[in-house]
């Protein structure tokens, strides 16, 4: 089992940034991949970025390349996902999640990841 656990959300003005960080317990190995999805009001699940977990290669939705950065802290077990240049579109509830890694994991597809967070709302205001 692996447990994770989101924080820094909240109410930013479009424009700003926020740093948003995902903390991981329990059986967390290096042959996992995270990732950040969200959710806005009204509209499914989307991805927005993903890292694998050992040798910390990315991948991004395009709607935030440029914009947003994912990183982890190894020693720490966390990850992190910096999020700048923000607008209200960017406005929902992010979710972090794990994978186990595997040949040809499909980092944007929520079925390929078996543990959530609970998520943290970031609202970004006009």
């Known amino acids: 089992q692996v447990q994770l656990v989101e924080s820094g959300g909240g109410l930013v003005q479009a424009g700003g940034s926020l740093r948003l960080s995902c903390a991981a317990s329990?059986?967390?190995?290096?042959?996992?991949?995270y990732g950040w999805f969200r959710q806005a009001p009204g509209k499914e699940r989307e991805f927005v970025a993903g890292i694998r977990w050992s040798d910390g290669i990315t991948h991004y939705a395009d709607s935030v390349k440029g914009r947003f950065t994912i990183s982890r802290d190894n020693p720490k077990n966390t990850m992190f996902l910096q999020m700048n240049s923000l607008n209200p579109e960017d406005t929902a509830v992010y979710y972090c999640?794990?994978?186990?890694?595997?040949?040809?994991?499909?980092?944007?597809?929520?079925?390929?990841?078996?543990?959530w967070g609970q998520g943290t709302q970031v609202t970004v205001s006009s």
């Open positions: 329990g059986r967390t190995f290096s042959n996992y991949a």
């Open positions: 999640a794990a994978a186990i890694m595997r040949y040809g994991l499909m980092f944007t597809l929520q079925r390929e990841y078996t543990y």
